[in-house]
């Protein structure tokens, strides 16, 4: 997988082991976010959880959660999720949170087989993602990563490796990270400083970087700003009860710029310039029009590839999409 560089935004993650916390400082140190340990198992929610929330969040850091697994079965793997969602519910909700529900699994204390723990991490991720309606990451060490096959590919990795310079390994799943924690703060890699500490904190923490700036990590992660109309392009696109984009009227259909549609679906989306397509969350879309050399897609196609629900207000010229 790839380095590390001084770029990369830096992060740290906490539970209720760190202690108190003084997260103006922490974040005038220098640390751009955080994720929290929220949960573990079946019942157990971090207490320090729901205040390090709003504290995070007020010293200007994006905030994450996370939950570590001890699932031994697909339905405790549920249940485990069912969890998670409600200590993120009862901390305030996902609204508060910028990054994605974390799955924490890195220890295999039911001595499962690789199947299984496959089976176990699909059946929490899917659950989580239904109850969140948020594409989880998943954290994992980096020997254990190596139990993980394909079918985790499509989750973005948050992986664990304490090295100064040797990189997290090629596996199954992932080719690249999202998220490297380089350090517990005790042994592993440095911050760009020369240090592993963080003001604010009284003891080790574990130390983290994005795969990207600071810059980079706000834009994909940070609150985004209300769209407003552009032009030609009038008409709201709501997308799960929120103003996500605005889009155009042609011919009685609903297109929408195929970045500001990526934006708005929270999917990756490229142009093959080869083929003359525009894809999305890797999946071509067929209808579409260049206009001025700009690719606009139909809202209704791309609903149609992403399976997800469309509705069209004729009197308010909104169009809604659920996914």
């Known amino acids: 997988m790839q380095k590390r560089n001084s770029n990369n935004a830096e992060g740290i993650d906490v539970s209720h082991h760190n202690g108190k916390v003084d997260w103006d400082k922490v974040a005038a140190d220098g640390i751009s976010f955080v994720f929290l340990k929220a949960s573990q198992g079946k019942s157990f929610r971090d207490d320090t959880f729901p205040g390090h929330v709003k504290a995070a969040r007020d010293a200007g850091l994006l905030v994450g959660a996370y939950h570590f697994v001890d699932a031994k079965t697909e339905a405790e793997a549920k249940r485990e999720a069912a969890n998670f969602a ?41 659950e989580l993602e239904r109850l969140t309606g948020r594409r989880p990451l998943v954290y994992t060490g980096n020997t254990f990563g190596f139990n993980f096959g394909p079918l985790l590919s499509g989750y973005p990795l948050w992986i664990a490796r304490y090295s100064a310079s040797i ?20 042994a592993g890699g440095m911050r760009p400083s020369g240090s592993r500490k963080v003001a604010g904190l009284a003891g080790a923490v574990d130390l983290n970087v994005y795969a990207g700036t600071v810059e ?28 996500a984009a605005y889009g155009r009227l042609i011919d009685g259909h609903v297109y929408l710029q195929l970045r500001k549609l990526g934006e708005a679906l929270g999917k990756e989306i490229r142009w093959d310039n080869d083929k003359r397509l525009p894809y999305m969350d890797g999946k071509a879309v067929y209808t579409f029009l260049l206009i001025d050399n700009v690719a606009f897609v139909s809202v209704r196609a791309a ?21």
């Open 86 to 126: 409600g200590a993120i519910a009862a901390a305030g909700g996902g609204q508060l949170l910028d990054l994605p529900p974390v799955m924490d699994y890195e220890n295999n204390p039911g001595n499962l087989s690789r199947t299984q723990i496959n089976a176990v991490a699909m059946t929490f991720l899917g």
């Open 167 to 186: 990189p997290p390994d090629n596996n199954q799943a992932w080719r690249e990270w999202a998220f490297w924690q380089y350090s517990d703060g005790r």
């Open 216 to 243: 980079e990590l706000r834009a994909a992660y940070g609150p985004k700003t209300e769209p407003k109309p552009d032009g030609k392009d009038t008409i709201k696109v709501v997308v799960n009860d929120k103003l």
């Open 303 to 323: 609903a149609d590839v992403l399976g997800a629900m469309m509705s069209w207000d004729n009197e308010a010229k909104k169009v809604y999409l659920y996914k």
